[in-house]
């Protein structure tokens, strides 16, 4: 069972736009990360946020973790075609234990 | 220092078959999870292993089991295969002194027929 709902599943867009990815719950979590799934390769840590309405920028990236610590949303400036991957929330359970949720296939055109 | 690396990297087995899946953590890692991730889908615990001991699990069945061994490698056994078992197997490391981290291996497609 999936705690956590990404949205949207899929989004295609031109290269120079933004956008903005969802990660919601009704859980609570002691901290969410953000990782990027490459295809053939397993998933790579961009960021932990781990206090409620904390925001962390990474450079055109931009991290807000809700002042519950149910829900967080990734927003990227000026995407790129380098930026084309599976986005994926995970919340933490316990010690390294975490829920991963739906993710978000991003892609990027030219 | 080495990452995380999985082995194999793809295989093919029939339904009822057993699986062993190998992962050697990056160095200096004691805790080692086990995540199962569907085409499409987000990855779902399967377990942790800590200093060999298992440390928690995921929603499935004991047919999904696994081992640690005193480098901190890890291994996960499947047996009685199911076509729904078909799936990317990601291992994962992470370190006491880090910040939380997990550190993924490229995983096994094990495809089930």
């Known amino acids: 069972t999936q705690l956590l709902e990404q949205s949207p599943q899929f989004l295609s867009i031109q290269e120079g736009e933004n956008l903005t990815v969802y990660c919601n719950s009704s859980?609570?979590?002691?901290?969410l990360q953000w990782y990027r799934q490459e295809p053939g390769e397993g998933p790579v840590l961009l960021v932990t946020?781990?206090?409620?309405?904390e925001v962390k920028k990474l450079k055109r990236l931009t991290f807000q973790f809700g002042d519950a610590r149910k829900d967080s949303s990734l927003h990227i400036t000026a995407a790129q075609p380098g930026d084309t991957g599976l986005y994926l929330c995970?919340?933490?359970?316990?010690?390294?234990?975490?829920?991963f949720g739906t993710g978000t296939r991003l892609k990027v055109l030219a | 220092e080495t990452g995380v690396t999985q082995s194999p990297t793809h295989l093919i087995k029939t339904r009822g078959q057993q699986v062993t899946l190998r992962c050697s953590s990056q160095?200096?890692?004691?805790?080692v999870s086990w995540y199962q991730q569907a085409l499409g889908q987000g990855p779902q615990f399967i377990f942790q292993?800590?200093?060999?001991?298992?440390?928690g699990r995921g929603n499935f069945p004991p047919r999904f089991s696994g081992l640690q061994f005193p480098n901190y490698s890890s291994e996960l056994n499947v047996n009685a295969l199911e076509l729904d078992d078909s799936a990317l197997y990601l291992c994962?490391?992470?370190?006491?002194?880090?910040?939380?981290?997990?550190?993924f291996g490229e995983g096994s497609r094990l495809t089930v027929l």
């Open positions: 994962a490391s992470s370190a006491a002194q880090n910040t939380g981290e997990l550190f």
């Open positions: 859980s609570v979590f002691s901290s």
């Open positions: 946020v781990v206090t409620g309405g």
């Open positions: 995970a919340g933490e359970k316990g010690t390294y234990k975490y829920i």
């Open positions: 160095s200096g890692h004691n805790t």
């Open positions: 292993y800590y200093r060999e001991e298992e440390n």
